[in-house]
């Protein structure tokens, strides 16, 4: 693999020698006669499994968090991958008027877009993609505080805890980043996330107040937002021969 | 394309930022919460004119401190929403050194508790309101003469519930 990026660049570099040597022929006048050249490398095609990082470090400093998520893509064509998470998100909110756990599991299905040309041979991203989610979770009102804006009596806490389970949402969520290729087939990947609820299960008499892979509501809006970091691993399943001019 | 991109950064970054504006912790005072009592006093003798109180003291059996009203025709008092009857003893006059003239009221209510909103948490409104004035008739140092319930339901502070005449 070395030895073949050496050899690339080396052709890479004759060839601007080559080049400019025929600028400096054209000035003299010289009839100068352009030869067709080209690089030839492998494409790698493949599954590459994400390990978000975000998540799991999430889970260690924040103690009203647990979560994981798994990610997948396939490179479907040149720049077009198909791409999946998979997640399971455990989340507490708490202001002292409600204190509310949330549990359950996620799976987005989509496609990224690839839109940065590599330089030759590398295999970086910088994609904008987007997915459909899905949540199963369930809520957990463990206590409550009646909200009053008067404190002349004690206040009114009560944990007559209610579960809500069997909950789905779905939603659409657009993603952009850029994943880098950190050594071997190891990549390094940061995005944000824009999205917007489409169904969730009403609850009567409360909400929903975190969905596991949406992550938090808002009480006036549908819409969400989010961030993720990545460590993934490209398994390659085959290669393509690609072709780039080397005459510039 | 990289524009694009650029502009999803952006709008996500703009989002975001709006979106955190949006407070988990603090519940907006305009928010409708659990409304109090609202009780407008009129003259006895001219059931049409409100009647302003000096120096009203309201105060639960269970408390020491008590609400001090002074000047003003209409209060507002909580109501406790952990139970189902509410009663205060109403000073009249409290600041004097006589002690002023005492009246106990209780107010019987059921309650409904609803979700208000994430910061905010729940509330409880009061429905089939009653509410009746004790001893009238052996206490000599009470001082109001009659009480007209005018809202059975509480649900905001923006009306009147309670009507009483002195």
């Known amino acids: 693999m070395n030895l073949k990026l050496t050899f690339l660049s080396f052709t890479s570099s004759f060839c601007l020698l080559f080049s400019s040597y025929g600028i400096a022929q054209e000035n003299s006048e010289v009839q100068y006669e352009q030869v067709s050249d080209s690089i030839f490398y492998k494409d790698k095609y493949g599954l590459t499994l994400s390990l978000d990082l975000s998540r799991i470090g999430q ?13 997948a893509d396939y490179r479907f064509s040149e720049n077009l991958y198909i791409a999946g998470e998979l997640g399971n998100e455990q989340a507490t909110f708490n202001n002292q008027n409600i204190l509310n756990e949330s549990d359950g599991s996620y799976i ?31 809520q957990d009102l463990k206590n ?3 909200y009053t804006t008067d404190d002349y009596f004690p206040p009114d806490i009560r944990d007559d805890g209610r579960s809500f389970g069997n909950l789905t949402a779905s ?15 190891f990549y390094l990947g940061a995005h944000v996330q824009l999205k917007n609820m489409i169904t969730t299960t009403e609850i009567p008499n409360y909400d929903n107040l975190y969905v596991p892979g949406f992550r938090r509501t ?9 961030w993720g970091y990545s460590i993934s691993y490209l398994i390659p ?6 072709t780039q001019a080397a005459n510039n | 394309m990289k524009n694009i991109i650029l502009k999803f950064f952006l709008v996500t970054a703009v989002t975001l930022l709006l979106l955190s504006c949006e407070r988990d912790d603090i519940c907006p005072e305009a928010t409708p919460t659990t409304p109090k009592l609202v009780i407008e006093f009129f003259d006895i003798n001219n059931t049409e004119s409100p009647k302003n109180v000096r120096d009203l003291a309201v105060r639960t059996f269970e408390k020491d401190t008590a609400l001090l009203f002074n000047s003003t025709s209409t209060i507002s008092i909580p109501l406790k929403t952990d139970s189902i009857e509410t009663s205060y003893v109403f000073n009249l006059n409290a600041l004097a050194e006589s002690g002023g003239l005492r009246d106990t009221l209780t ?3 059921a309650t409904e508790e609803l979700y208000v909103s994430r910061a905010c948490g729940f509330k409880v409104n009061f429905f089939d309101f009653r509410a009746s004035l004790e001893d009238q008739e052996t206490s000599s140092e009470g001082w109001i003469r009659d009480i007209q319930v005018i809202e059975n339901t509480i649900e905001n502070e923006s009306e009147t519930h309670l009507f009483i005449f002195y």
């Open chain 1, 59 to 71: 889970s260690f400093w924040d103690e009203d968090y647990q979560g994981l998520e798994i990610g």
């Open chain 1, 108 to 138: 987005k299905i989509g496609v990224n877009y690839n839109v940065y040309d590599n330089w030759i041979g590398m295999q970086n991203l910088i994609y904008v993609g987007f997915r459909y989610g899905f949540a199963a979770y369930s």
């Open chain 1, 144 to 146: 409550y505080r009646i």
């Open chain 1, 171 to 185: 939603w659409i969520e657009f993603q952009a980043g850029l994943r880098v290729n950190i050594f071997d087939n």
């Open chain 1, 218 to 226: 808002f009480d006036n809006s549908s819409i969400g937002a989010g």
């Open chain 1, 237 to 242: 399943i085959y290669s393509k021969m690609k």
């Open chain 2, 107 to 109: 107010f019987f209510y």
